[in-house]
């Protein structure tokens, strides 16, 4: 390619070369587009010269999906821009690169919430979140990004342009339902069909008020059943259920710098309750329905206003960010923190999370550290790998964990996406049809398989 776009500088190829995988792949070349045109240019060329091209945003993904060591990394994150919000239609378009975090504080300053709240959402692009479907705590009530996005523009590996928008009718009898609605093609497609140009996403109304609470509970199992009498109540309408486990705890002690809070806790699960103006919020039962469950009553934090409820989300969010700290003097061995992603049908989570400890248990392994979205049985398990040896022994009780996870209805991967690291794991989910199916769409789009190449299949 010859482009004037692309630079082939060692240390700009080395500065995307990086994700929160843990991985470190260097591509041949970079380009870091400003303009939808530039994306164009460099796609045709590419396609011209079949060159491979991997699509970037910020670079968070967990899973090596943005990193690729061969053909064009292409940065995407200089090409945002918020085009327009329309106040009638709720909804907002915007360029791929904008980042989530501003782009929800922007938007929130004229009264709309734009709900998908990955815990990366300061770091992540609109592009890449749509490209995994992120989702985050709050998809508990709102849903994954998909149920957002109201239409998509994409380019293509030819250069063509699509210009999708979600049906507006009711009813429909044509064809097979999978082609009914292309911008499912695209979202969570993890950057293996199209380069996404702009989104336009789906917004509501700011709620009147929220309140966040950190309820601790005596052992794992009161705070699992907890979860599960909350997500069945009617009374009660959680934002996020979001749970700690012991080690996950200690570190949100210390993120909160508080060593004598919920010492004699095993777990805890935090909670987002919100609602509009004519609502009051429903504190007793929470608080009857926690007493129920055991919990440590006198450990229990309410947290109301911007400023407490950005703590109460720091401490939640200290402890990812801990775990890859601590994984980092382990890289020079071959080591790295492992996050699982899996996600069971919520009232399995106890059962699962047994099954894994005996998995990690009979390796001779130090139990993961165990955090995340409880009420959609969606946990985040941290192992730190010291070295090449290790690695190799938690990848194969956590290989046995996602068996039990498939056979009680799960998923191997409920917001992370696929990437390179988890494409082993798909035929576990997938039929052999399925894949087919995957694969003839991809082909069709993209026939030369140049686009995020190693991404799923
Ligand atoms: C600390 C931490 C916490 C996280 N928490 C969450 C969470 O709560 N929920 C969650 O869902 N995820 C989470 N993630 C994973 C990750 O942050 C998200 O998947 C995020 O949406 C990826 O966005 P990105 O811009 O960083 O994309 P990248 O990492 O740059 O790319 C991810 C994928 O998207 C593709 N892509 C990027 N831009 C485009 C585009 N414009 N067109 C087509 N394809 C594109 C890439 O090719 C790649 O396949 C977390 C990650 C970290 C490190």
């Known amino acids: 390619m010859t482009s004037a776009l692309i630079t082939t500088d060692a240390d700009v190829r080395q500065s995307v070369s990086r994700d929160a995988s843990g991985l470190e792949l260097i591509p041949d070349a970079v380009a870091r587009p400003t303009a939808r045109v530039e994306v164009l240019e460099l796609l045709r060329e590419a396609q011209r010269d079949r060159t491979p091209v991997t699509t970037a945003g910020g670079q ?18 200089n090409v945002g821009g918020i085009h327009d919000i329309d106040h009638t239609a709720r909804s907002v378009r915007v360029g791929p690169g904008e980042l989530l975090g501003p782009l929800k504080r922007s938007l929130a300053a004229e009264g709309w919430l734009l709900a998908p ?33 109201r239409g998509l523009t994409v380019a293509l590996m030819n250069g063509d342009i699509l210009e999708l928008r979600r049906p507006s009718i009711e009813k429909n009898t044509v064809g097979y339902a999978p082609v009914h609605d292309l911008v499912d093609w695209f979202v969570g497609s993890e950057g293996t069909l199209g380069v996404i140009l702009e989104a336009e996403l789906g917004l509501l109304p700011l709620p009147a008020w929220v309140i966040g609470l950190s309820i601790p509970f005596p052992t794992e199992s009161d705070a699992l059943a907890f979860v599960i009498a909350a997500r069945e109540s009617n009374a009660l309408a959680p934002r996020c259920l979001e749970f700690l486990d012991g080690g996950a705890l200690a570190i949100a002690r210390t993120a909160a710098q508080d060593p004598s809070w919920a010492t004699g806790a095993e777990a805890l699960i935090y909670t987002e309750l919100s609602g509009g103006e004519a609502e009051e919020p429903p ?13 440590a009553d006198d450990d229990i934090r309410v947290y109301e206003g911007e400023a407490a409820l950005r703590d ?37 989570l106890g059962e699962a999370l047994h099954v894994s400890r005996q998995a990690v248990a009979s ?36 290989s046995d964990t996602l068996r039990t996870v498939i056979a009680l209805g799960g998923t191997v991967a409920a917001e992370h996406g696929i990437g390179k690291i988890k494409a082993r794991w798909l035929p576990l989910q997938m039929s052999g049809t399925q894949r087919a199916m995957m694969r003839a769409i991809k082909h069709e789009l993209d026939p030369h398989n140049l686009l995020a190449r190693g991404n799923i299949l």
């Open 117 to 149: 709240d990955p815990t990366s959402e300061e770091d992540c692009t609109v592009g890449g979140a749509v490209a995994c479907n992120a989702s985050g705590a709050r998809s508990l009530r709102y849903g994954a990004i998909r149920s957002h996005v």
């Open 363 to 398: 390796r001779g392994l130090a139990q993961p550290v165990t955090f995340g979205h409880a009420g959609n049985g969606h946990p985040h398990q941290n192992f730190i790998a010291r070295d090449t040896s290790e690695l190799e022994r938690i990848t194969d009780a956590v």
């Open 312 to 348: 109460a989300r720091r401490l939640r969010h200290a402890v990812p960010a801990t775990m890859h700290e601590r994984a980092a003097p382990h890289r020079a061995n071959g080591g790295r923190r492992i996050s699982t992603d899996w996600a069971v049908p919520y009232a399995r």
């Open 283 to 295: 504190l007793d039962a929470w608080l009857e329905l926690a007493a129920a469950h055991h919990a």
């Open 60 to 77: 968070t993904s967990t899973t090596a999906a943005s990193l690729t060591d061969s053909g064009l990394l292409l940065s995407l994150r």
